[in-house]
């Protein structure tokens, strides 16, 4: 039953890979109008848009109707306009700024040559929670919100929960891992799925310092075919880049016991050891002014605290923090362990765990030429945390009023990333602009038991519940996943009078390698309870020699290599100023590179009654089978 449970387990999780598939963008949108002082529209005016920080330069030419599209921009500003055509007054307009994946609306009123410059026009639309340009519910976060804004964590969590629909890592009420989370457009989730909402979560850990970000958007409902493998939320972050100005910042955050509460729902529970701090250096700057540019970040990040609250029962103990497991009883167990088979379970009580993180960020940008900009990131992520038995899976170790697990039944979870992505976007005329990018990122994910190999030791008390635990921990025997993306990802937009069209494909390639030993160790349970485990002795029970015979086995490794390949098209069409429809239809094919042997116990799990077709017909399933089409057809109406 239990290789069935796990034969099971195994194939859903296969299954359900590809719903952790997407990507996100990582630029902002210019468009406007250009009219003459009788209202009339101002076909091939030369219109120049500058990001006065970097010198970076966007050009093109207005269209028939006196319209205008400048996309792949940066996020930020301020930006400068400048709009020039023969018989006319050059204009300019500057403090602009621009927001993640949104486009700014501008109308230009040129006067011409004779008239004074004082007369000249610009008229802007002012960025609101609904405008013409969005498309389904989103929230953006600028660089001045991350700053002001007020964070315990400083986690992007503090601020995606400004999203109404979320608190954080649920949005419209759906499970965290339906998210997508994205860094500068590339894939950013720990697809595998074990991760609580971003890499480096499981050690408690951002992978990526938020002094490094620049703007946040949460998408819930985009309508928007370049975005896409979500169906809670779509989460991208754009990371900061360098500009003609030397800009360095060093901060350190610290928090210890005297800085924290208390009490629990009116319940004392002192934090007798607790410090956590984070401290960090970013720099950026010029290279070459106007055309080379740089960003570097690092920080690290420290927690000492204790394990759990909890003690054991004794005379002089009292308050909501004593359990019911007696003092003298765990003590006579972690005696019993030291003296009958030399293995000593550490301490049950007073002990500390530790959280921690190094990341480093380094950002390059080139502005190869007008139009042409290419920007390259890398970044790494080291972090480790403590973490106590499972509190729930398979019974549950975890401390609680009626338990308490030995110091060596913990273990440390460990989460290694490296990550590079480049972007190249390229404006090549009026007509026709390009987006490509190339990611590649390796997650590297451990665990290490506390304990000197031995077998899981569980004794229960006379109510039936497991009261102490000794021992390895089950679920950390080389428990090993390491993960290979790769993404390209090209989006190629052609402009008319009327209408934006992208055309895109998208290739995303992932490799797992997962090693996972459940039940490595044998497993003993006790329940006579305390009595009973001081009965047995290395003569009855040698769990030296079962160690060593388990050691003889191989440690299992499964691998997995999966792909998915989409294709999109999309039609912005401008109806008229107060109409805009989108339509799309994006075709997304996952597919699994490796085929999955099958084994007699996969097979019989397989087919066991129970499955049945849509119309209550049974059928069997063949899991070596596991490559499925999707497509998603997108149409946006907006007005």
């Known amino acids: 039953m239990k290789n069935k449970i796990l034969s099971l387990f195994f194939l859903a999780m296969v299954v359900t890979l590809p719903a952790t598939f997407g990507q996100g963008i990582t630029t902002s949108s210019i468009s406007g109008k250009v009219i003459d002082d009788a209202g009339e529209v101002v076909p091939m005016a030369n219109v120049v848009v500058i990001h006065i920080p970097s010198g970076t330069q966007y050009g093109t030419t ?3 109707d006196g319209g205008f599209q400048i996309r792949n921009m940066r996020v930020g500003g301020p930006y400068k306009i400048v709009v020039s055509f023969v018989g006319f007054q050059t204009t300019e307009e500057t403090g602009i700024y621009l927001q993640l994946n949104k486009t700014s609306d501008v109308q230009i009123a040129l006067k011409a040559s004779a008239t004074e410059l004082a007369e000249v026009e610009i008229l802007a639309k002012e960025e609101g929670e609904l405008n013409a340009e969005q498309t389904g519910a989103m929230t953006n976060i600028d660089s001045k919100q991350i700053q002001n804004l007020p964070s ?35 894939i950013f989730n720990n697809s595998f799925g074990l991760d609580y909402a971003t890499p480096g979560a499981q050690a408690d850990a951002q992978p990526v310092s938020l002094d490094a970000i620049e703007q946040i958007q949460v998408s819930l409902a985009p309508f928007d075919v370049r975005e896409g493998g979500f169906t809670g939320a779509g989460i991208n972050a754009v990371t900061k880049s360098g500009t003609n100005e030397f800009k360095a910042t060093i901060y350190s955050y610290m928090r210890n016991e005297n800085m924290i509460g208390k009490k629990i729902s009116g319940v004392d529970v002192p ?6 701090s984070q401290t960090g250096v970013s720099v950026g700057g010029p290279i070459i002014k106007n055309k080379l540019f740089f960003f570097i970040n690092a920080e690290a990040e420290r927690r000492n605290q204790l394990a759990h609250g909890f003690v054991a029962d004794n005379p002089s103990n009292s308050g909501a923090n004593v359990t019911s497991v007696l003092e003298s009883d765990i003590l006579a167990v972690q005696q019993h362990l030291i ?46 945390k403590d973490i106590l038995p499972h509190p729930e899976a398979i019974i549950g170790r975890g401390p609680t009023s009626f338990r308490l697990p030995f110091e060596n039944s913990s273990y440390t979870i460990n989460n290694k990333i490296h990550s590079i992505v480049g972007e190249l976007n390229s404006i090549f005329s009026t007509k026709f602009a390009n987006k490509l990018l190339v990611g590649f990122t390796t997650f590297r994910d451990t665990r290490d038991p506390h304990s000197a190999p031995f077998p899981v030791i569980d004794l229960f008390d006379a109510n039936g519940n497991l009261a102490i635990t000794a021992g390895s921990e089950m679920f950390s025997t080389n428990n090993v996943l390491d993960q290979d993306v790769f993404q390209f990802m090209d989006n190629l937009t052609y402009y008319t009078d009327k209408h934006i069209i992208t055309a895109g494909f998208n290739v995303e390639i992932f490799k797992f390698n997962n090693s996972f030993n459940l039940f490595y160790y044998p497993w003993h349970m006790f329940f006579g309870g305390v ?47 107060k109409l805009n429809v989108t339509f799309g239809i994006r075709i997304d094919a996952p597919m699994y590179l490796n085929t999955i042997a099958v084994s007699p116990a996969t097979q019989e799990s397989a087919n066991f009654d129970g499955f049945v077709d849509e119309n209550g017909t049974p059928v069997t399933v063949d899991p070596s089978i596991l490559a499925f089409f999707s497509y998603d057809v997108v149409t946006t109406y907006w007005v």
Do not use: C
């Not at 992007?156 to 629909?165: E, F, G, I, S, V």
């Not at 480093?360 to 920007?375: E, P, R, V, Y």
């Open 62 to 64: 207005t269209m028939d």
């Open 531 to 577: 009595d009973e485990f001081l009965a047995t002795t290395s003569a009855d029970m040698d769990f030296n020699q079962e160690v060593t015979d388990a050691q003889q086995k191989p440690f299992a490794m499964s691998e997995v290599d999966v792909a998915q390949i989409g294709v999109y098209l999309q039609d912005e069409f401008e109806v008229n100023d």
């Open 339 to 384: 003296s009958e088979w030399g293995y000593d379970p550490g301490a049950y009580q007073g002990y500390n765990h530790e959280t921690y993180n190094n990341k480093f960020l380094a950002k390059l940008d080139w502005n190869i030429a007008k139009n042409h900009t290419l920007s390259v990131r890398y970044n790494m992520l080291d972090a480790w």
């Open 152 to 186: 315990i964590s400083r986690s992007a969590k503090d601020l995606t929960r400004l999203t109404p629909q979320s608190d954080g890592n649920s949005f419209g009420g759906r499970n965290n891992l339906y998210n997508n989370f994205s860094l500068d457009g590339s």
């Open 271 to 276: 934090n007798l050891d607790f410090n956590t």
